[in-house]
């Protein structure tokens, strides 16, 4: 975790995104191979979606919009790949995943 030094989680934030655009071309490997998209939403959920969720419930209430959906942008980028002709509602319903924010909402208000 990168904790900068007026308390802001751009940097976090930021290697989150690098570590997941580096596996989300194995994700796009795994699709040209012809894996079947459960089992590419399930690669997704184990490989990918943790690293985004890394420490969420310490930076979740203070993360500002424009890095929430940054976040966003990622996941909705790994369900591209996953199915390429959906929108990313749509994908959301049909892989059975919510909305990060949501997600992190959800661990923020559980974890005590």
């Given at each position: 975790m990168i904790i900068s030094h007026d308390l802001k989680w751009n940097m976090h934030t930021f290697e989150l995104s690098r570590k997941c655009s580096?596996?989300?071309?194995f994700l796009r490997q795994r699709k040209r191979s012809g894996v079947a998209s459960s089992e590419l939403v399930l690669c997704y959920v184990a490989?990918?979606?943790?690293?985004?969720e890394y420490a969420s419930p310490v930076f979740h209430?203070?993360?500002p919009n424009y890095i929430s959906e940054d976040l966003e942008r990622i996941?909705?980028?790994?369900?591209r790949i996953i199915y390429p002709d959906l929108s990313?509602?749509?994908?959301?319903k049909?892989?059975?995943?919510p909305k990060l924010h949501e997600?992190?909402?959800r661990i923020s208000t559980s974890v005590k």
């Open positions: 580096s596996r989300l071309y490989c990918v979606r943790p690293v985004l209430r203070s993360l996941q909705r980028r790994a369900l990313y509602t749509v994908v959301l049909t892989a059975g995943l997600r992190r909402e």
